[in-house]
Structures are given as C-alpha cells and as structure tokens.
C-alpha cells in the first residue's frame, strides 16, 4: 500500500484559471464548468516488509515520510502550495473527490518514477522500504449539464483528450494517459494506473 | 513581395528576430497580435508561430494557443495552400491544434512531450545537428540546401519530443517522408539516442511536415542561427570553421548562418528572392 502526497497552490492559480476561462470557452451550450482545481500527485511505493499495512516497517516509512515533507523543500513550497500527505495505514479503501466535484487523472504515458526526487529524497532523508517516487496530476472539476446533473459525460468530451482543436484540453492521449474519477475510486485502482507500464492510448475510465 | 504574419501570442519571445530573419531574405514581415480580426490575418502568404512561451505553458506547452482564433483562421489559410512554419513553441500550438501532420485533417494526432533523455529531465539548450530528408515539405522548407546536408542549429526546449500514441500516424509520418528534418550525429550518421538525439523523439524527428507539405513544425531555433555571426566559436565542423574564419571580418559574419536555409528556401516558394546558394 503507498502513501500519497497531495499539492496545490495556496495562492491563486494560474494554470487552473487559463483551463477554467479557455474550458468554459468549449463546452456547449447549457453546460457550466463553475470551478476547477489542478492537484499534483506523489505516490510512495513502498518495498519489502513495508509493504504490509500496519506492520512496523509500514509504520516507520510514514513516519520518517511524514517528516521528510515536512522539513525538506523539494516537495512543498509553503510559501505558495499547500499539501496533505495520505499515509498507507490512515488512506482508507478509496480515494473520494472533493464535495460537488469529479475528477481528470493524468499521467505521462512512459515512466512515471521520479528517480531525480527519489534519489534526492534518499540522499537527504534516509528512507528504508521506499521502492519508487510516481508523479501524476489530477483536474477536479465542478461541472453543471443542461439538465442539472452533473453533466460528467459531456464535461469529459469537451474538455478532457484533445481530439481537435475545438474539442480536448486538459489531456494530449499522445503523451499522456488519464483516468476519470467521478466519485469513490479504490486506491488499488489508483496505484494500478499510475504504475502501469505503458497503458493503452484509449480512455480508461472507471 | 511577398508578406508574411508573424503571431504574437502572450508569451511568446521570439518575433522579432524571426521577423527580421524573414526581411533579410526579402520577405515583408508584419507581427501581428493573436487577436488581429480574421480579415487581416487573410492577408498574408505565410505565417510564422514563433518560439517563447505563449500563455506561459499553461496546461501544456501550445495547449491554450491552439484554440486561438487566429490559429483556426492560419488553419483555414493553411487549406488554401499558405506556407505556416512553427519554430519550438510554434510547433507546439500547430501540433496541439492538428495542422501538423494531418493524416486525418483537423486531429490532434500527435503531441509535443517532455524531453526523455538519461539521468536528465526537463529544458534543455545545446547545439544540435539535423538533416534534411525528403518529403514534401522540401519544395517549401528545405530547398536551399543539398539534399541530405546536415546542418546545426541551436535547441531551447523541455518539450520537445515528438510522439504520438497511434501507429498509423508514425507509419505515415515514415513512409511519407514527413519527419522532414532529423536529428543527426554532428558527422550526418544516424542519431543514435542522446546526446545526438536531444530529446528522444520518435523517428528523430526536429521538424515535421504536413501531408500537403505547406506547414512545418520544426523545434530547433534557425531564427537564432540566422546569421553567421551567431555560431559559437568552438562548433565543431564546416560552420564552426567558417565561424572562426571570419573572425574580424564583418561582411562574413553578417553573411548567411546554418539556420538561413529555412528563409531562404521560404522566400524562393514565395517568390520573394532567389536563394543565394545552397548552404554548406
């Protein structure tokens, strides 16, 4: 089981404000895009005996995880981005987008380890049981469809894989794979797609 | 004469020097705001994205550009057969809007990536070395220089790798003759992965073109080599020897660099000068 570490900006941002104006530019009429948050993600995967939850070497890799974050500057600016980091044995079953919201999940289609940050993370913080640093990004997204749900389908068509110049924002399929979550998604799920090899070009959705 | 727009998108950073490369060959260059009415933008015979940081990557490198108005109006033009040329973040917008390379017109079927290379991520600037294919966007891109001349060019980029998920398109790309110009050893042997390969791009590819060989996406930087003026005294090879030559001698330095062919070759499809030679 990994731990996750979760970043956004505390001050505004301007990345999620462009996607906010130019998104709100494609969707069709009677839909509304009210919001939208960019998150970085960073799974700790760990290795060995730390892989079993609430075994003592779990237990030591969150903590000195916990502590690396904290003290460290490679992973959080707290001048400007906020963070919460999602131990293993605290995680729970699954991953549940913010109130209102669902959410694009993106990775790169190649590696996703960060061995630069993994090899910075040892050199610095010492960690035992750490196999691998993976990076991903997720938009969430509070959208309104005509009818008043939460029109995800539409939303995702709009502005999720660029097909065209008028249709696609927030994901290019040709570098980039993504995975939609649209409400409860189990972490196994999660950890799966962001350590796959190389997965397919096509959507993979929940 | 021939007129040429050069879009300036927020951002952006290199229009003046690519305006001014495209005056020295006899082109008139105007640079144009993103948000010129339609009817302007028809205007001209050709168009140049230039290279910077338009809309500051946000999203990705050339993702908000390409929904621009004025590119869906360069779209349109491009169909009409007018020359477009995207140089590093140029390319950028042209392959997140699906002029470049077209197979089924109008797709994004390709994208700009992060630069892969080992033990090293993210922007990356160096000299690199590329050679002109055949395909057909020679006629409009490449005719000034033999073909199959290598020449070198300065690179600024972090996303630089062209990749695309779908096999058809790179068989298409290959067969076709599309990846127009490629990364090469400095000697013209086939690249062989870093340093040759700066970024990892598929097929090696440093620019490629349309079918219709009328729009290049193309990320090395000629603008910046323009002149001989701007190849560094410790290249390596015929243009770092002609470089170090000229020293004190104003006339060579302002005479043609590497990065002239693809002025040059511009100015002879569009009837606004007669190339002055092949390049070395």
């Known amino acids: 089981m990994s731990s996750v570490l979760l970043i956004r900006l505390k001050i505004p941002d301007l990345t999620a404000l462009t996607a906010l104006d130019a998104g709100r530019a494609l969707l069709p009429a009677g839909q509304e895009l009210m919001r939208l948050v960019r998150e970085e993600v960073v799974l700790f995967e760990p290795a060995g005996e730390s892989r079993a939850p609430g075994s003592a070497a779990a237990r030591e890799l969150d903590a000195g995880l916990l502590k690396a974050v904290e003290t460290s500057n490679f992973f959080v600016n707290p001048n400007k981005e906020r963070y919460r980091l999602i131990a293993a044995s605290e995680r729970g079953e699954a991953w549940t987008p913010p109130e209102g919201s669902w959410g694009i999940l993106t990775r790169p289609r190649g590696d996703t380890r960060d061995a630069g940050l993994l090899e910075r993370l040892q050199r610095e913080h010492p960690l035992a049981g750490l196999s691998a640093i993976r990076r991903g990004r997720v938009w969430w997204l509070w959208t309104r469809g005509a009818d008043g749900s939460a029109g995800r389908e539409g939303a995702l068509e709009a502005l999720g894989p660029v097909e065209h110049a008028g249709r696609g924002l927030l994901v290019n399929p040709h570098s980039e794979s993504w995975l939609v979550l649209p409400g409860p998604i189990p972490w196994t799920r999660i950890e799966t797609f962001l350590a796959a090899p190389e997965p397919a070009a096509a959507a993979t959705t929940t | ?280």
């Open chain 2, 1 to 280: 004469m021939a007129r040429a727009a050069v879009i300036q998108i927020p951002g952006v950073n290199c229009e003046y020097e690519s305006a001014r490369a495209l005056e020295r060959v006899g082109i008139e260059a105007s640079i144009l705001r993103f948000n010129e009415p339609a009817s302007v933008l028809s205007e001209f015979d050709a168009y140049l994205l230039p290279g910077g940081f338009a809309f500051q990557d946000r999203i990705r490198a050339g993702a908000v550009a390409a929904k621009l108005p004025a590119v869906e109006r360069i779209a349109a033009e491009s169909e009409r057969g007018k020359i477009v040329v995207g140089i590093c973040n140029g390319a950028q917008v042209l392959v997140e809007a699906g002029l470049v390379p077209g197979i089924r017109p109008g797709r994004v079927e390709l994208a700009l990536a992060p630069n892969k290379a080992p033990r090293r991520q993210g922007y990356l600037c160096r000299w690199i070395w590329v050679r002109a294919e055949e395909g057909p966007g020679r006629d409009a891109f490449t005719a000034a220089l033999e073909p199959g001349a290598v020449v070198p060019l300065p690179m600024a980029h972090g996303e630089g790798r062209f990749e695309t998920a779908d096999p058809d398109v790179r068989r298409a790309i290959e067969s076709e003759g599309l990846a127009l110009l490629r990364y090469v050893a400095p000697g013209g042997a086939p690249a062989r992965g870093w340093p040759d390969d700066p970024n990892g791009a598929m097929l090696h590819a440093a620019g490629i073109t349309n079918r219709g060989g009328n729009v290049l996406a193309f990320m090395p930087h000629p603008e910046r080599a323009n002149a001989l003026k701007h190849v560094p005294l410790d290249l390596p090879g015929t243009w770092g020897e002609a470089r170090r030559r000229a020293v004190g001698t104003w006339e060579a330095l302002e005479g043609d660099g590497p990065g002239a062919f693809l002025f040059r070759s511009l100015a002879a499809r569009l009837g606004a000068a007669t190339p002055a030679g092949r390049s070395r």
